[in-house]
């Protein structure tokens, strides 16, 4: 019989954790606007925020929050099917729809409930859902939430996933393929025109999460909009938490499958809605991605500046990793940028692999040249200098 308290248990866990330098702690900032953060009474310019365009704190989101709070209150209420699809869901789904070039669009309460939600209502029971070995972790929840056979292809390997497509032709009765169109932690963008190529030949469905890159690429389109002619991708999966600067995520699709997935996804069924606040401000967001082409253009313009500036391969997308390797030398390599006035969060495993620890730098449209500048000067003083992926 086991004596250990639930008390002893967890403290087991937290000491082990921080014995390896895997422990974290969440800590109270303060945001006092799209790049500048307040933490323990001191102010740091913020390189690693999901907040691309700065709409966080832009009049126009904060405006629309206020003014649905005020006609509708501050909850939905209840669930979307029951009561809580105010009128502003409506709007919204029809503006992502036509933005994305779809018939039809679901708004979730958040990315990974997007994907811990689609994922299983498409698939099931012997069906094969088929992931980049680097998706992020609501992808492999979703999956396994499936109860599918799940496999996973060499991240961005098209050949890869063609050759696995291959050879379980005829074996299973669906076959869902799922990746990003930027990956969250190595900032790199999929080859999606050929994975596009490889699912259609195979006559397997394919689903993007593109939540890092709605907003900032394909003239905030997102990723698949960077390619002529844009590949053929039956789920786009995108946030509304990251360039859109609110809250929620989406799903555009065709009709067919997005009045499948408002019956079958249970993580939109059995939830209250979003606050009609978020909404409204998501709508806000949705509509100045899509007017404004030099907002959406300039996080990916500062990364590219910082990277040339720091001596680093250029980037891709608005988020640039520094692979430092070990968990401590990240963690101090952390702590000397935050001295020199830099919030650079260090990030570790699980969320990457053993050996693989980094700082993950990313990119607003409201950093200033001199901010951008100063930071590629600094890591250049300081000497950090980049693991190279696969070397020893």
């Not at 500048?36 to 904060?62: I, M, Q, W």
């Not at 963008?189 to 689903?207: E, V």
């Not at 996804?265 to 401000?281: C, E, F, H, N």
């Amino acid at each position: 019989m086991n004596s250990e308290s639930l008390d002893q248990f967890a403290q087991g866990k937290l000491d082990g954790l921080a014995a390896r330098d895997l422990r974290r702690t969440i800590l109270e900032s303060h945001r006092t606007d799209a790049v500048h953060l307040v933490r323990d009474g001191r102010e740091y310019v913020s390189f690693c925020c999901n907040d691309y365009l700065g709409l966080t704190h832009h009049p126009a989101l904060k405006n629309a929050a206020k003014a649905a709070i005020d006609e509708f209150g501050a909850g939905s209420g209840a669930s979307r099917l029951i009561t809580g699809n105010h009128p502003w869901y409506t709007r919204l789904e029809e503006q992502l729809a036509s933005f994305k070039g779809t018939e039809a669009a679901c708004v979730f309460g958040s990315g990974y409930m997007a994907n811990s939600g689609i994922i299983p209502a498409l698939a099931g029971p012997g069906d094969m859902v088929i992931l980049d070995e680097l998706g992020h972790a609501s992808m492999h929840m979703g999956a396994r939430a499936s109860r599918a056979e799940i496999a996973m292809f060499r991240h961005n390997d098209a050949e890869d996933l063609s050759r696995l497509l291959e050879t379980t032709n005829n074996l299973y009765g669906r076959r869902l393929v799922v990746t990003e169109g930027v990956f969250s932690m190595d900032g790199d963008r999929a080859p999606l025109d050929k994975i596009a190529a490889a699912t259609r030949k195979h006559s397997a469905w394919l689903m993007v999460d593109d939540a890092h890159g709605f907003g900032v690429l394909g003239d905030g389109r997102g990723s698949a909009f960077e390619f002529d002619p844009v590949p053929p991708i039956e789920l786009h999966m995108g946030t509304l938490s990251k360039a859109a600067g609110a809250y929620g995520a989406f799903l555009c699709a065709s009709k067919p499958v997005i009045e499948l997935i408002k019956n079958r996804a249970r993580s939109l069924v059995y939830t209250t809605g979003l606050p009609p606040s978020v909404i409204a401000a998501a709508t806000a967001a949705v509509e100045l991605i899509e007017t404004d082409n030099k907002l959406t253009a300039k996080p990916l313009e500062h990364a590219r500046a910082f990277c040339a500036r720091a001596g680093l391969p250029d980037a891709q997308s608005p988020i640039v990793p520094i692979i430092i390797g070990a968990e401590s030398a990240t963690l101090e390599t952390s702590a000397k940028l935050a001295e020199a006035g830099f919030l650079v969060t260090a990030i570790r495993p699980p969320t990457v692999s053993v050996g693989t620890s980094r700082l993950r730098v990313t990119f607003s449209a409201e950093h200033t040249k001199e901010q951008v500048d100063r930071l590629a000067d600094t890591i250049r003083k300081l000497g950090i200098v980049p693991k190279i992926r696969g070397a020893t």
